[in-house]
């Protein structure tokens, strides 16, 4: 791993003002690099990124000939109708510089994601996009709109992160995103769920892969399998019983998980 991410993942994530948790950090570095071991190349892309806490990883997995486009509304706060979010672009620029990302590969972009077209987005970034946050606007109507940009936008195996779709207090998320998805024309596919997102991808054969992935970070965290939208669905989350986190970690568990014995106990560590 690099050691930049690495360090960022463990604690300097913490220093920036924002709410992805460290459970979903190394969920995505895991899926970026399920993405980098099947040739899923592209740019990367946030609307909604605040003061970057989760848009500078993002930014961190891309190489050296991609693109990173930050969009909020930034000063244009009369837009901000629902209040979800105070975007501050003087700090996520010294939040940019203070994690050595490199400024001449990232777009600011200062717009009402209603009022940007796909056209425009694939002209700032210069390439698809493989991983999308949308993390905007929480009122149906943008999010219906944000993840029809993003559909639009990423390339095939690419990743949409839509936050706060199972958060109480947004429900325009929800009802945005249930009405995209049953939309027959849409091709977004869910495969995951952890702290409060959901996950959806454009290709079946990917799929699978990234859920093989997330689940390589068991045990450190535990899963359930569901349906979502007649789609398996993987949610990861961590455990609070910190008996079972101890037993997890020591040598005798790391020596039976792989066998029948470990099996057994695998499904009873993740009821």
């Known amino acids: 791993m690099n050691k930049d991410i690495n360090k960022y993942i463990h604690h300097g994530y ?12 190394r969920a995505i570095l895991k899926l970026s690099h399920v993405q980098c071991q099947n040739n899923v190349n592209g740019s990367v892309c946030e609307i909604g990124v605040h003061h970057g806490r989760s848009f500078i990883l ?31 672009k003087e700090k996520l620029i010294k939040n940019l510089r203070d994690n050595f990302c490199e400024l001449n590969r990232i777009k600011i972009i200062t717009k009402n994601s209603l009022n940007i077209s796909p056209e425009y987005l694939l002209e700032q970034t210069g390439s698809r996009i493989r ?50 998805l049953m939309n027959e024309e849409t091709k977004l596919i869910p495969f995951s769920t952890f702290d409060g997102k959901i996950l959806f991808t454009n290709d079946k054969q990917l799929k699978e892969l990234y859920i093989q992935g997330l689940l390589e970070m068991y045990p450190e965290f535990l899963y359930k399998e569901s349906m979502f939208f007649n789609n398996k669905v993987i949610a990861l989350y961590k455990s609070r019983n910190d008996t079972i986190d101890f037993f997890r970690r020591t040598k005798f568990w790391q020596l ?16």
């Open 131 to 180: 991983i999308f946050s949308v993390d905007g606007g929480h009122s149906a109507e943008v999010v219906y709109n944000d993840l029809k940009l993003a559909e639009r936008t990423i390339c095939k195996g690419g990743i949409i992160i839509l936050d706060d779709f199972f958060v109480s207090s947004w429900p325009g998320v929800s009802e945005g995103a249930c009405k995209y």
């Open 14 to 25: 913490k220093k920036i003002e924002g709410w992805i948790s460290n459970l979903a950090l």
């Open 256 to 271: 039976i998980k792989n066998n029948k014995s470990g099996t057994l106990l695998r499904k009873i560590l993740s009821r």
């Open 58 to 88: 993002l930014h961190m997995l891309t190489n050296s000939n991609e693109m990173s486009a930050a969009i909020d509304l930034f000063e244009m706060q009369s837009d901000n109708i629902d209040k979800s979010g105070k975007g501050d």
